[in-house]
């Protein structure tokens, strides 16, 4: 692969954008993905500890130089405190799924062995089906979801990732 190639290759990012917690900012932050053809794959926001401001976090795919312009352009919004590229950065990442699963009793005992196999808590339990919750990196849920295919799944629900960096540094 030239060095150009590889500039230019497809690669997920984890954005964290601290913002001022007013109606439309975030309409404004998604527009200038969508203006630059990136589509969000996923996006959580949530309070600071400051109600006054809101922390989003989007994970996009795409080449890093078109990504440094939509940094460029995110920052320069009025309502962005500041909008900052976590992909490379010593950052702990997770998410979270909530996995509902059909099982009858002869399968409860192996639904529960996957179960604490990837450290999931069991949130709701009947007679048929049992709701687990799954915690930790995109790479973990999806190998906790292939397992639990092998019984029916019912619903699934995960959020997107959440970021923050390690130590002193500013998330």
Do not use: W
């Not at 975030?26 to 949530?46: E, K, M």
């Amino acid at each position: 692969m030239s060095a150009v190639a590889a500039m230019d290759a497809i690669v997920s990012h984890t954005l964290s954008v601290y913002v001022a917690n007013k109606p439309g900012v975030l309409s404004r932050v998604a527009q200038v993905f969508a203006r630059r053809g990136y589509n969000i794959d996923s996006l959580v926001v949530s309070p600071s500890k400051d109600g006054a401001f809101s922390r989003m976090t989007i994970t996009v795919k795409g080449s890093p130089v078109g990504l440094g312009q939509i940094i460029a352009q995110t920052n320069k919004l009025v309502d962005v405190i500041h909008c900052t590229d976590h992909t490379d950065d010593n950052a702990v990442v997770r998410e979270l799924a909530l996995i509902k699963i059909r099982v009858s009793g002869d399968q409860r005992a192996e639904a529960l062995q996957v179960s604490e196999h990837f450290g999931c808590k069991t949130v709701d339990l009947t007679p048929t089906s049992m709701i687990v919750m799954a915690t930790g990196t995109s790479d973990k849920l999806d190998a906790c979801v292939g397992m639990f295919q092998r019984f029916e799944i019912i619903e699934l629900v995960r959020t997107g990732k959440v970021v923050m960096a390690r130590g002193d540094g500013e998330t």
